[in-house]
Structure formats: C-alpha cells, structure tokens
C-alpha cells in the first residue's frame, strides 16, 4: 500500500527507513542537510572553536553505542559550510575496513582531483612561473587565454595552440626545477609529473598518479608534495574530514597497529600548518588506540579534550527528541501544522527516544516506522492511545509496563520542571 503523508502536512515521510548518513546521496533525510543544532549547541561550539584553532587533529567522539549519536552529522554540517570557502579545500571521505593510512593519502588525492583543485591549482603555478620568466613562448596572457577556455580539466590539452610549446616534457623540466626552487620540500620529479601530467592529459592525472613512482618516495610522500603544490597554487588551508575512522581502525590486529599509527603519524606530520583532519571515534576503536602500539599516533594527536568533542545520547527528561523530530517535520512541511509535530503527539516522540535510550539514529527510525504505519492505515495522529492499541507494529516490542511506568515517571518530573 502506497502511503499518503499530504493528510499529515508533509510531502513524505521525513524521518529516514535507515539512518545511515551519505552526504552524497540526494535523499535529504541522510545526506545530513536536515540538522538540529538546538540539540547539540555545546559540541558545535566545541568544533567550531578546535577547527578555528586548527587542532592537527579533533576527535568526534561518543561516550555510549557505537553508532547512532550523531558523529556523522555533526562532522558532515561542519564540512558543508568549510567546503564552500575560498582558498581552502575540505575533502570528505567514509573511510572503509582495512584502508591504511596510504590509502587515506590516494583517497584525499582523489577528491583534489576530482574536485578540480589541482587543476586550478597548475593554472596559478603556470601564470606566477610565466610573469616571472618573461618568455616570448609561455605569456601570462596566453595561459589566462588557455584556463578561461578550459575551466574544467579536458582529457586531452591541446597546449600548443595557446603556449608555444612544442615539448611538455621541458617545460615540465623547467617548471619542477622553479617549483622545487619556492619550496625546497617539494621535490622536483613531483614538481616535473604534477605539471607534466595537467599540460598534456588533465582529466587523467589520478590515474597516473597512482601509478607513479618516484625512488624514495611512498604514497603519504606523494600526498604531501601534492598538498605542496595546491598551496603553491594558491590554496590557503586543507580541512580533511575521516568519517567512520573507527571501521579504518578496529580490524587492525595488535601486530599491525603500531604501522598503522606510524602511518598516521607521518600523515599528521605531513599536514603541518597546511591542513587538520576531523575523524570519528567510537569506544571500541578509542580502546584500541590506547594500547601502546598506538603510541606515534596519540603521542602527537592524543584523545585528550583539547582534541576531543564528546557527542551524547539525547537527554530522557528534556525536549531535545522533540526538537530533533520537529527538523525533520518541518523540512517536509506542506503547510501550517495544528501543532509542531503533528501527526505525532510529543509524548510519542519522546517515549520512541525513551525506548531507544537516546540513540539518535535509532529513535529517527522508529519514527519512522511509527508514521508509515499510521499513514497506511489512515489513522488521523499518532497519539500515545494509539502507540498503546498498536505497541508491536509501532515500537518493535509488546509493552512492558516496567518501561511505562518509569517513561511516565519522567515525563512527570519533565512537567514539574
């Protein structure tokens, strides 16, 4: 049965089927554009103030569960308005089991690429190197002609026709050894590939870089000297968001921890007054990371509060279900509701976050199961009478009166207040 939520005010049903975030996915209900910030006024203070600080490293981080706090969420608001910065970069990435530290590296590349930022960043590098040699073949004029034709990336640059050069590959020569020159931390054979590679196939250049090797270099190596090319591009600063770092980190075995943490460690130290990474940690992977095989890492970067904000359960006694549910309702809204969170009564609201001991993610999809219920069945509100009538369907279980009257209990002590 198709259910119709218009009788309710809304478009849909808000609250998500699975909670799981992607801030890729078109779907607002879990790509993070719905949030509430009522609820989490002092952690976003908290990370507002470390990522302003540029704390090597901040930790978003739950002190119960696992899963369903909001880490997710509160890293991803602060990456929408970072991301839309001038001069600055901020690549998102979900990290995934048994990624290494190198593999952080290529994916962080990856989004650069992608993004169109070690494109743009080239095009800078070329016009400060062209007003300062003063050649009759490589004008600035001429490479402002060939990036206001080629705004994006082409897969093949026909050069010629706007540059004068005949042989990339000396320019490219040249161009390294000016590179290295500006930042002697920038090796030239990277200085040579980096240019090389945007002024004959732009489009391409992740997939030669991953095939690229340079004696005495690896992949965090590679992914410092590119980090160096962008800020000699004209990038500023890179805010580097590890979402789901616990699933990096908990199948690492006790023997591989300590190259893990070293990994981590030379990334960190690679970042240095050039970019941050924001990571979430769950319990389980915070206790990993006290064993002393992790000591590079939280030697340099400890879970310590300088580094850390704490993300909590919704508060049993307070309003903070209601006004987590009330964003969602309201970014479905048709029209003007009889009240706030029609067609769930707020006793519900608060009785689903009850049963769900707070569990953000878990009370969002009980919600939701409590309205698709409702509205295939026609009911009229979703009041704590019909939660009764329907227990199972609505709340997963048969009631328990132990819970009823310890929910009750509160809701009263709520009232007083």
């Given at each position: 049965m198709i259910e119709n939520y218009h009788k309710y005010l809304l478009e849909g049903n808000p609250f998500p089927e699975a909670a799981t975030l992607d801030?890729?996915?078109?779907?607002?209900?879990?790509?993070?554009?719905?949030?509430?910030?009522?609820i989490v006024r002092d952690e976003l203070k908290a990370i507002t103030e470390k990522i302003e600080g540029k704390v090597n490293v901040v930790y978003v981080?739950?002190?119960?569960?696992?899963?369903?706090?909001?880490?997710?969420?509160?890293?991803?608001?602060?990456?929408?308005?970072?991301?839309?910065?001038?001069?600055?970069?901020?690549?998102?990435?979900?990290?995934?089991?048994?990624?290494?530290?190198?593999?952080?590296?290529?994916?962080?590349?990856?989004?650069w690429s992608d993004q169109h930022h070690v494109w743009r960043a080239f095009g800078n590098i070329v016009s400060k190197f062209a007003s300062e040699q003063s050649s009759p073949s490589l004008t600035k004029q001429s490479v402002e002609l060939l990036l206001k034709t080629y705004p994006n990336p082409p897969v093949n640059l026909p050069f010629v026709r706007y540059l004068h050069v005949t042989r990339p590959e000396t320019l490219a020569k040249s161009l390294g050894d000016w590179i290295h020159a500006k930042d002697p931390q920038l090796q030239s054979k990277y200085g040579r590939f980096f240019v090389e590679q945007n002024l004959t196939h732009p489009a391409e250049f992740f997939d030669n870089y991953l095939r690229m090797k340079i004696p005495g270099m690896d992949r965090i190596d590679l992914y410092?000297?590119?980090?160096?090319?962008?800020?000699?591009?004209?990038?500023?600063?890179?805010?580097?968001?590890l979402d789901q770092f616990e699933d990096a980190v908990m199948p690492v075995s006790p023997n591989g921890m300590a190259d893990f943490c070293l990994g981590m460690r030379r990334i960190i130290e690679a970042n240095q007054d050039l970019a941050m990474m924001i990571v979430t940690l769950?319990?389980?992977?915070?206790?990993?990371l006290d064993l002393p095989a992790a000591a590079d890492l939280v030697r340099i970067a400890p879970t310590d509060n300088y580094h850390r904000v704490d993300m909590l359960a919704l508060e049993a006694e307070g309003d903070d279900a209601i006004a987590l549910a009330t964003a969602y309702l309201d970014s479905y809204r048709l029209g003007k509701p009889p009240y706030r969170t029609f067609p769930l009564e707020e006793g519900v609201i608060r009785y689903a976050g009850f049963l769900e001991g707070g569990n953000i993610r878990r009370t969002l999809q009980r919600l939701n199961v409590c309205l698709r219920v409702a509205a295939s069945r026609s009911a009229p509100e979703v009041t704590m009478d019909y939660v009764a009538a329907n227990h199972r369907e609505l709340m997963g279980t048969e009631p328990q009166s132990e819970l009823l009257t310890k929910f009750n209990a509160s809701a009263k002590s709520q009232n007083k207040a």
């Open positions: 801030p890729n996915s078109p779907d607002r209900k879990t790509n993070g554009q719905i949030f509430c910030e009522e981080a739950g002190l119960e569960f696992d899963k369903g706090l909001g880490k997710s969420a509160l890293v991803v608001h602060q990456w929408r308005g970072l991301k839309e910065r001038d001069l600055i970069t901020a690549p998102y990435m979900r990290c995934r089991s048994r990624q290494k530290p190198a593999d952080f590296c290529d994916t962080l590349v990856k989004a410092k000297n590119t980090m160096l090319c962008l800020n000699l591009g004209g990038y500023q600063y890179h805010y580097l968001f769950h319990p389980d992977s915070e206790t990993k």
